[in-house]
């Protein structure tokens, strides 16, 4: 099994410095979505991933959890693809890097797909929606729209519907935005984001931190 590399959660900062307005939770949006143009300037892959799920049981809480624990299983999965060695520091640059937030509703049209009822009725809509940042110098060496499409019966299984992946356009901050579009609106909290092998590295929360300081123009004696 692949290493999740899980970092304090935005909850915590939100409680540190004060996340509770809708500016706050664009600013960290917009951290995201500059986190994601450097990865692409380095020559990273994007892409937009959509999660779709059967019919699951308890409260949106427990939802929330068992489609956690599903994106976790398919980038275990993605992970024992792309590098031989998952837990090896020496392959740690090779994984891929996700980040996942519940949505709801559906949008009403994806890749001039329209949305099915099932889509819309299934768990009142909600699945989950995220970025995943990819490379093509470990053992996939084909993009990720492609890889899911060729081993779609590898991930689609459990509680998992259907998978859906779209490389990201030429502007990654407005797809990133885009798909975490449900924490400005309120639809999902800072505590559901899901972040996976942040980086590799225990510095990654630092610079968005920072982004979002930036984004928000405080001065940096105050805000930390």
Known sequence: MATITMYPTVSKLQRDYGFDSTAHLKAIVDAFGKWTKKYLDMGWDGYFFQVMFHDLAGSRETKIIQMKQEVERVYNRLATRMVRKQNSPSWAGYLSIGLFVPELPVPKKRKSEKSTIADVSINE?????????????????TTLVDHFAKFEDH??????????VDRITPDPEYTVEYALKSLPRRDSSPDDVLLLNWGGSARRPDFWREMIRKGLKRDRTIWM
Do not use: A, C, F
Request: net charge positive.
């Open 125 to 141: 809509g909600l699945h989950m929606s995220g970025i995943v940042l990819g490379n093509r110098w470990g053992r996939v060496r």
């Open 155 to 164: 991930y689609v299984t459990g509680k998992i519907r259907g998978i859906y």
